[in-house]
């Protein structure tokens, strides 16, 4: 069965073409800025002027006819509502052009669900992305959310440190190079309440009392230390409480080196089995939104196209999930 995965929840617009549950290739596009950050309107704008490219590339890289798909998948929500919906139109597009099924899906599962192509069976997902910060599970019938930012995702937080210290959209590849540079740890308000963290405090402090006043490899290293020891004390804690003893990494934060090794020091400590997909599938991709969207089907679901609209505000936890 082939699969057409589309992605458009944020920055990046992608596509791509799975056999059941292989996958052939894995195309995206991303808005990016040499400085500030993402504008809405001007995202939307890209994912409009690439998805005929991207969609080219995939089904040429995955040497498939787009009449050979049975099966178009698309990220329903959560995400910005301009970017949404480009890849909504773009899905019923598809579907009613070649008269194959739709299935709308959830981001936040997909990246849990990818995890499965590493071996995940039953993990605990840390989902550490710019607008998204959760720690998820599986438990009575539902994608569990545990514990997640009660202010802004921890992704948003470091683009926005890092405007503060000049990088452009996203800061986070170039935060982690210059931490490296740095083992000078400066004290930051550690903020895990419960299950739950947040980062506004740290963010303000940082501007306050930090920049200007402090090498910015020193406050680099310090704020990766800081944000990624909470996101791994609650990723921890939730292991203990459901007795998971798998851990997946998903979401562009993950692809930080020093948030990797952390989370493999972690896992090893209590015995645990870390699941890091490789960084195409970490980042917001079109591979796992065919993945779910295919095991969703082959469960029985589909969404019709009045049933298509796009769900910026999606909960985790509000999608019932029949296909395990
Ligand atoms: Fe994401």
Redesign the pocket.
Known sequence: MITIGIES??HTFGVAVLEDMKILSNEKDSYTTESGGMIPTKTAEHHVDVCDKVLLNALKKANIKLSQADLIAFSQGP?IGHCLRIGAVFARSLSLKLKKPLIGVN??I??LEIGRLEGAEDPILL?A????TQIIAYDGGKYRIFGETLDIGVGNFLDSFGRDIGFGFPAGPAIDQLAKKSKKYLQLPYSVKGMDVSFGGMHTYIRNKLIGKHPKEDICYSVQETAFAMLLEVAERAMAHCEKKELVL???VACNSRLKEMAKIMCKDRDAKCIIPENQYL??NAAMIGLTGYLMHKAGNKTAIKDSEIRPYERTDQVDVNWR
Request: charged residues 5%.
């Open positions: 929840t944020a995400g981001h936040c997909a990246h989902y992305s710019g607008a998204n998903g979401g562009g980042v917001d």
